[in-house]
T-cell receptor
Framework: DAKTTQPTSMDCAEGRAANLPCNHS???????VYWYRQIHSQGPQYIIH???NNETNEMASLIITEDRKSSTLILPHATLRDTAVYYCFGGSQGNLIFGKGTKLSVKP | GAVVSQHPSRVICKSGTSVKIECRSL??????MFWYRQFPKQSLMLMAT?????????EQGVEKDKFLINHASLTLSTLTVTSAHPEDSSFYIC?????????FGPGTRLLVL
């Protein structure tokens, strides 16, 4: 699986868009980009995944660069309940090796 | 989306006893499930990969005789912590894979006294 790099923490104002970046420069051509989040004291929650094209679902949008070396998760209108640690992964859904992720704090 | 449940959500036990945690995929079949452990203020650590009908694959440093994993059906995997000690107190989380996506359970908080 690809090694990923994420900022340690980010702040976002409630109601504004939260843009979370991830670098996965070693991702191979058949590996997906996955995003999960973990809200305090809960199991991780699947958010979205993609291969090459940008993806959107009811939770978020995923923008993958053309060279696939980085991606951005976009929460269009962040709420206080989006405060969590966000993890990105590059892989084929074998073992997910969790790093430190990005701690997103949504502030009123 | 796919739903994974765990039971119990929290358990307190005495040192030396065994505790069984169940992980179920509710609306899909999972040939592969995973078990993770998370200590306070740390990230999730993969303990083992559970494959239906075969032996689990354990990560380095995880004692297979202490953490018994059984994946007897396509919707159920169990983790038994044998002879539990206070240092086994942790948050145990399972996940199940449906096609190319893993879905996680809500976790089981274990406290060993």
């Amino acid at each position: 699986d690809a090694k990923t790099t994420q900022p340690t923490s980010m702040d976002c104002a409630e109601g504004r868009a939260a843009n979370l970046p991830c670098n996965h420069s070693t991702i191979s051509g058949n590996e997906y980009v996955y995003w999960y989040r973990q809200i305090h004291s809960q199991g991780p929650q699947y958010i979205i995944h993609g291969l090459k094209n940008n993806e959107t679902n009811e939770m978020a949008s995923l923008i993958i660069t053309e060279d696939r070396k980085s991606s951005t998760l976009i929460l269009p209108h962040a709420t206080l309940r989006d405060t969590a640690v966000y993890y990105c992964f590059g892989g084929s859904q074998g073992n997910l090796i969790f790093g430190k992720g990005t701690k997103l704090s949504v502030k009123p | 989306g796919a739903v994974v449940s765990q039971h119990p959500s929290r358990v307190i036990c005495k040192s030396g006893t065994s505790v069984k945690i169940e992980c179920r995929s509710l609306d899909f079949q999972a040939t592969t499930m995973f078990w993770y452990r998370q200590f306070p203020k740390q990230s999730l650590m993969l303990m083992a990969t559970s494959n239906e009908g075969s032996k689990a694959t354990y990560e380095q440093g995880v004692e297979k005789d202490k953490f018994l994993i059984n994946h007897a059906s396509l919707t159920l995997s169990t983790l038994t912590v044998t002879s539990a000690h206070p240092e086994d107190s942790s948050f145990y989380i399972c996940s199940a894979r449906e096609q190319e996506t893993q879905y996680f359970g809500p976790g089981t908080r274990l406290l060993v006294l």
